[in-house]
């Protein structure tokens, strides 16, 4: 999705008299996050262990029972190294961010169309977390401490996002943070 059709697709889902301040997408295609230092590392350990494992299953006299049990780990192992950022693309593909003089909203879903609608009257906690390109993610709620853990994690619904609903490493993420801020305390 592009920033110019984030904003068509919102401007369907605005309500009568609202008026759409700031939209935007996150990266689109195939992303490596930090914590991926970790889950690369351990797709590589389960994925490898599991292939073994079928492996000498099936070039050994083993009951079937055995040659069969390792294929769900294989297919897991095969999904957290290489399919979970075709998942995580698909998503962010499909995502589109907005403001408006009311709401924060999120329009998202692969095989159906969310949005997920934050009141700006009654958001409290706000956090930015910028780089040192001026690219950021603004997260809407409170943070929890495991959440970095679950950026890039292995399913669907922990890939990529954090726990709280949040705009992902959008550029000039201090401005749409001020954006927010301005729209919230004229409201």
Do not use: C
């Not at 999120?106 to 095989?111: D, K, V």
């Amino acid at each position: 999705m592009t920033p110019e059709s984030a904003e068509q697709e919102l401007a369907k889902i605005l309500e009568p008299g609202e008026r759409l301040h700031w939209s935007g997408v996150p990266p689109q295609g195939l992303l490596l996050r930090g914590s991926d230092a970790f889950f690369i590392p351990f797709s590589i350990m389960w994925g490898g262990f599991a292939i073994f494992w079928e492996t000498m299953a099936w070039t050994k006299q083993t009951p079937l029972l055995f040659k069969l049990w390792g294929i769900p780990f294989v297919l897991v192992g095969l999904y957290i190294l290489v399919g979970r950022f075709f998942v995580d693309a698909k998503m962010r593909s499909r995502m589109a961010y907005g403001v408006t003089d009311r709401r924060i909203i999120i329009r998202s879903g692969i095989l159906s169309r969310n949005v997920n609608s934050l009141a700006l009257k009654t958001l409290s906690d706000l956090t930015l977390t910028e780089r040192s390109d001026g690219t950021g993610t603004i997260t809407f709620g409170p943070s929890y401490p495991m959440a970095y853990w679950h950026r890039g994690g292995f399913w669907p619904g922990m890939g990529g996002y954090p726990m709280a609903p949040s705009f992902e490493s959008i550029p000039r993420a201090k401005d749409v943070y001020a954006t927010i801020r301005q729209v919230q305390s004229a409201g």
